[in-house]
């Protein structure tokens, strides 16, 4: 994000630098490391002002150099920048988590450990700002030990894959179809993708035998994820990951420890903000704190069955500003023009998966709706939102009531987008306080018709124009009413 809208300085302006994970989990007796990226902004030029609060020792990443995979600069503690020019990124990275990790263990205490790869986020080089052009990305860069794996790995050719007629809502409706030359290129920067994760791979290997040399190996918690999902050739898509498709948002989830069932799986719905609470559990610390926005993942068999009965059965996503094509052949659109730079992608969206649906629901700042059944369309192909102009007849692509579900949608999502604290895990708490509503399936009763269809017609999600960043006034309807007798209005 642009740096009036987020990064580093709006952290700490906010006032979380005194209020995050690693200062609670200090409080809870721990000793915190961290290792690698932490913010976008975070550069050689802010990195004391102030220095990032909670971390027992540190060695961050720093912008502008942070995605050069062979210009790294790290910072250690409240020392100035080094520049690792020369070295590889992730190898720089995994010597830091090895002595960062013996700290733990010589701390004495319980450690928390965070190692941050940049891999394999493309690659952005001194000279990536171009006046007019934006921000190049090119293709992520391998370690040379690994260049020659995988030379025949390919985009999965799926139903989105570069599809024959346009997909999806907005400015991803209008992109061309891709031309052999560019689906050959994007081949080529999967393939550096995957070469790029092998020295992550090396890094958790290095990892587990020194956390099994020290004899703590069983009784310490891995929790492997990423910050998005990836998007390149589905949907006629360059290289990217800012949009609400599965491939961007639909990420894994790893955890490996003390009474976690190996090898066993599960479809319950989890966010990285249940992240957390989760963490402060499992370090005895306070995670039941009113300013957490999620909730504690189950990480037992017991734990995990009883979820798949009571867990919440949303994600709220939403992104704001712009999306940045990655790779040299940016965005083509149908009516002859490329984007260079970026284009507006702010939306608000849904994620609903339970027995009864697997569905996701958008609308953007243009006002424009998706609305995809993936239990029919697992790879987003038929937008069944009944004004969508990439699908013939949108009320035939589907079996479901579309007059009752998209009224449940809109007031769920007007929810979810301002949620604070325990609305987010149960935001239909705020529609039916009584409790009776717990899911979609639930809001589905003929009983509450009425409510969804007229009186909450209004209150749904629309913008007044498309912004760069989170601006209130621009926002629409900001109250959604309870189903109560006197309709009681609540504030978000």
């Given amino acids: 994000m642009l740096s009036f809208e987020g990064g580093y300085q709006k952290f700490v302006e906010q006032g979380f630098n005194d209020a995050y994970l690693p200062v609670w989990l200090q409080d809870a007796g721990y000793s915190t490391f961290y290792t690698g990226k932490l913010f976008n902004h975070h550069t050689v030029d802010n990195w004391n002002s102030p220095h990032p609060a909670g971390w027992t020792s540190s060695d961050f990443l720093l912008d502008p150099f942070t995605y050069q995979y062979y210009n790294s600069t790290f910072q250690r503690n409240e020392h100035p920048p080094v520049s690792h020019e020369g070295e590889y990124s992730t190898d720089v990275l995994a010597q830091k988590a090895y002595g960062l990790l013996d700290e733990g263990v010589q701390s004495g205490k319980p450690f928390f450990l ?3 790869p940049i891999a394999p986020h493309s690659n952005v080089g001194p000279d990536a700002f171009k006046p007019g052009e934006g921000i190049l990305m090119t293709t992520p860069l391998p370690a040379e030990r690994h260049k020659h794996l995988f030379p025949s790995a390919k985009v999965p050719r799926n139903a989105n894959f570069n599809p024959d007629k346009p997909s999806g809502a907005s400015w991803v409706k209008h992109l061309d179809q891709l031309t052999d030359e560019a689906i050959a290129y994007n081949d080529e920067f999967y393939r550096a993708r995957l070469q790029t994760l092998q020295a992550v791979d090396e890094l958790i290997e290095g990892l587990f035998h020194r956390l099994t ?11 492997f994820s990423t910050d998005n999902g990836y998007h390149i050739s589905q949907h006629r898509l360059a290289p990217g990951k800012e949009c609400g498709f599965e491939e961007d948002i639909n990420i894994p989830l790893v955890i ?39 909730s504690v993942i189950p990480l037992d068999s017991q734990g995990l069955k009883d979820a798949e009965a009571t867990r919440q059965e949303h994600v709220n996503v939403e992104f704001w500003g712009k999306a940045l094509p990655e790779g040299i052949r940016k965005f083509s659109l149908d009516d002859g023009k490329v984007v260079h730079y970026s284009v507006n992608n702010t939306y608000k969206a849904l994620r609903i998966i339970s027995d009864a649906h697997n569905l996701y629901y958008s609308v953007w700042c243009t006002n424009e709706h998706e609305l995809y059944d993936l239990t029919t369309d697992p790879h987003q192909i038929n937008n069944i939102y009944p004004s969508s102009s990439t699908t013939t007849n949108p009320s035939t692509q589907s079996k479901l009531n579309l007059d009752k579900l998209i009224p449940r949608l809109d007031a769920l999502l007007m929810v979810t987008k301002s949620c604070k604290g325990h609305t987010c895990v149960q935001p239909w708490s705020v529609l039916h306080p009584a409790g009776n509503v717990r899911t979609l399936d639930d809001a589905l009763s003929p009983r509450f018709d009425k409510f969804y269809t007229e009186d909450m017609a209004e209150r749904v999600v629309k913008y007044d124009k498309c ?26």
């Fill in 114 to 116: 965070v190692a941050a």
């Fill in 467 to 492: 912004e760069l960043g989170y601006i209130l006034e621009s926002e629409g309807p900001q109250e959604v009413i309870a189903f109560e007798e006197d309709e009681t209005k609540w504030e978000l």
């Fill in 256 to 294: 490996r420890g003390p009474g976690v069932p190996q090898g066993e799986e599960t479809s319950i719905v989890t966010a990285h903000t249940d992240l957390a609470p989760t963490i402060l559990k499992i370090a005895n610390g306070d995670w039941k704190r009113q300013d957490l926005d999620g």
């Fill in 213 to 223: 040399d020290y004899g703590i190996l069983d009784n310490t918690y891995f929790i």
